[in-house]
């Protein structure tokens, strides 16, 4: 929200020496958002100048210039006329204009721009007669300013626009705008009342409500109103669409007059486009007031106005000419209850629109439900500045005094009568009042407010506040439909009273576990993986139809196990993901089109794993604690999401230099890092061949533990999946379910008794079928080697031609001890040659000579 400093003056005491930069420190101290200071950009000699004479030049690039004698008084100099080159052509002799003399500076979009007398077209041009855009004034670039049509009718800005007069002044261009950001619990902000208002808080200037002078010229509804009807049959969360409905009318009007230059200056100051004086005085009380107004073709309407919602295929053609389908939460404005007229507070139709030729207008000011303005705006993506205002909360008090003042401007400078037809129909709903302990902001905030400051404060701020000892009951003003709770009453108590004397107290932390045993798996395993070389990423969880399929998955059986995403930031990733991994690929792709040889990625991420069909979640409404059994059903709706982490490898693993040539990365990597991390949490896993997409068959390992329950996968991507996603030829990777691991991690470290007894150590060869997995063998051993068995150790592999075709030998080394004596020779081969047999009764190994 842009402030123009002068406008505000008007509705609260600013000092005269305060500048923007003051104001803007004084609303930052009651809690709003400074955006930017905005002044003139323009330095030096800017004056006013009559134009005596032009002369039309053709040029031979088709474009014709003016050759012009302008009167500049004293300014230039000389006293004598200055010649000047200008390619408008919207001026002519006698007429009044803003002149920019040689040294004055211009600020550009490209930075500031020094006007000098130079040679051009032919002549030299001492300086330069300016458009608005040239002067920051507005967006019109077309001609340059007429003064005299400019501000035809005010004979005070006339008066001062004589040649050689500073221009600066009489352009407003002396003037400061403030800017702010209005946060969305601070809707009455989008005004200059709601700022002054704020900015009395801040420096305790008396504030002077226009809207109280407004009320009190406005006439009561008359037998003769416009008819208008409320007609919501689907209220949404129980609460009408309209509430209140206010209209006027003004008859015999010039559409066409111009609107007055003070006019079009504010708006140009608050970031508005002046465009007609029915569409100009309309959005000047709207930016003055905070009330939305729109003006209707008087003759464009039937008998009445029926205000309801959208009916299934209807359509409406809005003031931006896009032809719109409704949705049946849209509410409308419509003509008689069956053509809709316009988009309720947020934009108007095309068939009743103001034109050239409209002479009677139909004013309207209403109070319109937040939530349905909002939707609606979103749902036909058509943000305005009416709607912006509806969504974060209008005063319902405002309407009738926001018509008035439209009406006053309307009449004086359209020359058109108000009508006798006063429409105000509906009512706003009360305030709530909130019951509060004068001490519970003291509480809260941590500052000794007594309840005289409690209360005061709530005053100020337009509260009725009844007090019976320590209870208060507090009623909101009607412009703060943020005010619901006494937290929110706190809140404004801390604003008023000063953030800056809330005192920075360090707090003490309290006592307790450190981390969950499940935040302390989590570092662990990030911890090891970054020790291995390995660089943490993270990808937004967002996937679409095209990379399950790139990933060789069946798409129909992922997208049932997970949600698809109602309003999606991407259509093309409409899906939550099911797997690290179909997100993780874009990290490693980034990372090679950057010229990363040799990549090695982490990421500790959740996934989205639906257990049968999605339900709904309810909605409640917002700032009330919902039910149990609604919070229940809103927790069921939620999807499980498991926590995995994932790794990928490309390139080289160990890299090459003077000390040899190096190694590309492999399956065993991948595994070496699962046996690390298994290590680490001190989790035992089964690793297992298998064949899954998107791994390489062959090259594929099923990580799981003892009972069975399956981690994940690791292995070697798919040939088509390397070349469907562009990714190095052999790339390796895995993905794990991390939360599985927490569950399975010991959550608290068990010593053992250092051993003192000697170790004793036995060798076996064992011969085994080819396909057989030396993880299964190992397993067999440890299950028969009793409980002395302290480790078993693989530390050779052979397969030739002593062994037979489809063979292959392992050899293992057990080693054995015993708490509590030294074991001999005979109790060490009796517990090997048990090992053996279980291998041999699971594998069919047979012990090699």
Sequence with gaps: MRVPLDWLAEYVAVPTDATGVDVAASLVSVGLEEEAIHGSGVTGPLVVGRVLSLVAEPQKNGKTVNWCQVDVGEAGGTGEPQGIVCGAHNFGEGDLVPVILPGGVLTT?????EVSARKTYGHVSAGMICSERELGLGDDHDGIIVLTRRFAGDVEALSRCVPGADAVPILGLDRETVEVNVTPDRGYCFSVRGIAREYSHAIGARFTDPVTALAARVPPPSASAYPVELADDAPIRGRAGCGRFGARVVRGLDVTAPSPGWLRARLVEAGMRPISLAVDVTNYVMLGLGQPLHAYDLATLGERIVVRRARPGERLTTLDDADRALHPEDLLITDGGETPIGLAGVMGGASTEVSDRTTDLLLEAAHFDAVTVARTARRHKLPSEASRRFERGVDPQLAQAALQLAVELLVEYGGGVPGDEVTDVGSALPPEPIAMSAAFPARIVGVAYDTATVVDVLTRIGCDVAADGDALSVTPPSWRPDLRTAEDLVEEVARIHGYERIPSVLPTPPGGSGLTHAQRVRRTVADLLAAQGLAEVWEAPFVGA???TDLGLDVAAETARTV????PLSDEQPYMRTSLLS?????????VSRGARDVGLFEVGLVTALDGPQSTAPTEEVGVRPADDVLARIRAAVPGQPRHVAVLLAGERDRAGWWGDGRRADLGDVLELVDAVAQAL????????DTVMPWHPGRCARVSLPDGTVL???????PKVVAALGLPAR???GELDLDALTVAAEPTVHARTLATYPLAQSDVALVVDAGV???????????????LLESVQLFDVYVGDQLGEGKKSLAYRLAFRSPDRTMTTDEVSAMRDAAVAAAAQDHGALQRS
């Design 546 to 548: 095209d990379r399950l």
């Design 731 to 733: 790339t390796v990777g």
């Design 682 to 689: 001190a989790v035992e896993v089964v690793v297992a061949p």
């Design 773 to 787: 997995p030396a993880a299964e063998v190992r397993r067999s051993l440890v299950a028969g080697g009793g409980a």
């Design 109 to 113: 979009p490209q930075g500031p721009m």
């Design 583 to 591: 997100t993780m690929v874009d990290a490693l792709r980034r990372n």
């Design 712 to 718: 994940g996968h690791v292995g070697e991507l798919h």
């Design 564 to 567: 698809r995403i109602a309003n």
